[in-house]
């Protein structure tokens, strides 16, 4: 929307540097498109409109608003994302049915991607010789057991400290105990 005003400073309405300025302020560049038209407001204010980069805001601005104080240069009054026609219209109503069928059909293509995707980490590990298992039994020997043939680390064990043994310490009775 771009008004006539009846009397308009000429330097409100190539304010666009200084509207740029504040709206570095708030918003990084990359949000900020080019000068949109103006609008003018009550007491001489301008608000000065750039197209909004934004994603989720279609249809929406950036909006400076402006003025000149009397014996002053123009200043900034106000920084603002308001929203251009049609910007808050619901989209098209689509029926249940055929959201619903969208869905179904995102839904079996993600499946069918994933299901490529674990064959290619199936064959990926039967390629991989580490992963065998047989090569980690031929491995093991007496010393790999305790007395009772149980790995000598077990869920009893932590960080290689056999907690059975603190146990059994711990019953054994003082001799300073008796005094």
């Known amino acids: 929307m771009t008004s006539t005003p009846e009397s308009v400073d000429d330097r409100l309405l190539s304010a666009h540097d200084l509207a740029r300025a504040a709206l570095h302020e708030v918003t990084p560049a990359s949000t900020i ?9 009550d007491g ?5 409109r750039f197209y909004n980069r934004l994603a989720g805001y279609p249809n929406w601005f950036w909006t400076v608003s402006v003025a000149v104080v009397e014996g002053a240069e123009p200043t900034v009054l106000e920084v603002e994302l308001l929203p251009g026609d049609g910007a808050l219209l ?8 055929e959201r619903l ?20 980490d ?3 590990l039967e390629e991989d010789d580490d992963l065998d298992g047989d090569d980690d039994l031929d491995d093991l020997d007496a010393a790999d057991f305790d007395d009772d043939g149980s790995p000598i680390l077990h869920s009893g064990d932590v960080d290689g400290v056999d907690i059975d043994e603190l146990d ?11 005094d």
């Open 90 to 97: 619901a989209p098209e109503w689509v029926p249940w049915a």
């Open 168 to 178: 059994e310490a711990a019953e054994e009775p003082d001799d300073d105990e008796d």
């Open 101 to 120: 069928a969208d869905y179904q059909a995102a839904q079996a293509a993600l499946a069918e991607a994933d299901d490529d995707d674990a064959e290619e």
């Open 33 to 41: 498109g080019e000068p949109a038209g103006y609008t003018l407001e």
């Open 44 to 48: 001489g204010v301008v608000s000065l």
């Open 122 to 124: 199936i064959d990926d």
